[in-house]
């Protein structure tokens, strides 16, 4: 397991570099070295792990005999779940347990060398701005950026003809872009400001996150209906709580 020449890395940007090329190597092995990184976890040999290093490759190995090892260790025993499952899902299985591997690795260098409360947030917010090892390898993150790119195409043009979708188109724009005309921003406020909430009653505000019910037509708060942004982008067909519990009853 050497992967090029030991690496210490004491700043925030050569630990943010040190993650990249790391997560480079295993996204290649469950990738575009799948067949040999799948010949490799071997089911009938001892625990393996996936390991990847800051030069970009990566290697299936037994882990480290010392204790405790000199880095946080992979995800123990890959290779025994592979003939246990389909293919795809023990991929997705051994990517989601690298994403969290590479994460305790980069913040065991950012504890080690002593970053303060400022340097984590920033080295989580430059590895938060890349995709996981999981959404590369399930197709996820080539998806959501398409859908986002629809769902802003089409929020933009739901906000200048000032009127409300359905299900997916029902969610109201919270972070106006800034340079929409302030005169559109007004007049959005104007025409829902008698809103109100379905569940805390509370009036529309242009600054939250709002969803429309597609069954009773309500508005509701996303915090009070617990949907997200990023979950609403994904729902075809909303039903409000009250709407889903009449429906489920015999």
Wanted: aromatic share 10%.
């Amino acid at each position: 397991m050497d992967g090029g020449a030991p690496c210490n890395p004491r700043t925030v940007e050569e630990v943010f570099r040190d993650f990249k090329g790391r997560r480079a190597g295993m996204i290649k092995a469950l990738t575009t070295d799948v067949e040999e990184f799948y010949q490799q976890c071997d089911p009938e040999k001892e625990n393996l792990c996936l390991y990847g290093f800051p030069n970009e490759t990566w290697e299936v190995n037994l882990p480290a005999e010392e204790v405790p090892p000199e880095l946080p260790e992979p995800a123990l025993g890959i290779n025994f779940a592979r003939d246990g499952m389909q293919e795809k899902d023990w991929l997705s299985l051994v990517a989601v347990h690298s994403d969290a591997w590479l994460l305790a690795v980069a913040f065991y260098f950012g504890a080690r060398f002593g970053f303060d409360k400022d340097d984590r947030k920033r080295l989580f917010t430059m590895i938060n701005d890349l995709p996981t090892i999981f959404e590369v390898v399930t197709g996820t993150a080539k998806k959501q950026v398409k859908e986002k790119s629809s769902v802003s195409n089409h929020t933009s043009n739901k906000s200048k003809s000032g009127s409300k979708g359905r299900g997916s188109d029902s969610v109201k724009n919270l972070k106006q872009a800034k340079d929409e005309d302030e005169g559109l921003d007004e007049a959005d406020e104007e025409e829902h400001g008698e809103t109100l909430c379905g569940a805390c009653g509370e009036n529309y505000a242009s600054d939250e996150f709002w969803i429309c019910c597609d069954i009773c037509e309500k508005w509701f708060h996303g915090k009070c209906v617990k949907i997200t942004p990023a979950r609403a982008e994904h729902i075809k067909q909303y039903k409000c709580p009250s709407c889903s519990n009449k429906r489920a009853r015999p």
